[in-house]
Nanobody, 122 residues
Framework: VQLQASGGGLVQAGGSLRLSCAASGRAFSSYTMGWFRQAPGRERDFVAA????????YYSDSVKGRFTISRDNAKNTMYLQMNSLKPEDTAVYYC????????????????WGQGTEVTVSS
């Protein structure tokens, strides 16, 4: 599966953005999907993940209650709605797909999009 993330941009603190991850190729609906982010000088951190049915979601503590992950398997697309953004949310956001393994560990994911940059100004 090929993944392409979009929707990043510059937003003021307290604002919102919605990221999209469009998938092409086979069997998108079979993959657990996740969002990770990487700030300059830091490792790639887990943000959120969603099961292949969309029925189960997971969030890091830092975004819980502010971000919402969802997917539309009919459109081969995953989303990340980000509300109440903070300057510390500034990072490049990556979407990823996997068929098994821990949902919060980057090395469990075999498919990655190119990343979309989010900048939150204070």
């Amino acid at each position: 599966v090929q993944l392409q993330a979009s929707g990043g941009g510059l937003v003021q603190a307290g604002g919102s953005l919605r990221l999209s991850c469009a998938a092409s190729g086979r069997a998108f609906s079979s993959y657990t999907m996740g969002w990770f982010r990487q700030a300059p000088g830091r490792e790639r951190d887990f943000v959120a993940a969603i099961s292949w049915t969309g029925g189960v979601t997971y969030y890091s503590d830092s975004v819980k209650g502010r971000f919402t992950i969802s997917r539309d398997n009919a459109k081969n697309t995953m989303y990340l709605q980000m509300n109440s953004l903070k300057p510390e949310d500034t990072a490049v956001y990556y979407c990823a797909g996997q068929l098994g393994g821990r949902y919060d560990v980057a090395r469990s994911y075999g498919y990655w999009g190119q990343g979309t940059e989010v900048t939150v100004s204070s």
